[in-house]
């Protein structure tokens, strides 16, 4: 799982990089990247956004 909180570009792989919850599209070494946090059922959750764009199509639904 990668840190929300940490650069996405900071040492990880692209295998180990999140995904756009909208658009599928891997999240590595994008400046306008975006997150969304919030807590279900006792547990941090986390949607992973390429841009601002992509942040406001989201439909609020995330993959398990």
Do not use: K, N, Y
């Amino acid at each position: 799982m990668v840190d929300p909180t940490s650069d996405v570009a900071e040492d990880i792989s692209e295998e180990e990089a999140p995904d756009c919850a909208t658009c599928g599209a891997t999240v590595l070494d994008t400046p306008r990247h975006r997150v969304v946090t919030w807590v279900e059922d006792g547990e941090v959750r986390t949607a992973h956004f390429c841009d601002d764009d992509c942040r406001m199509e989201w439909d609020g639904s995330v993959e398990s």
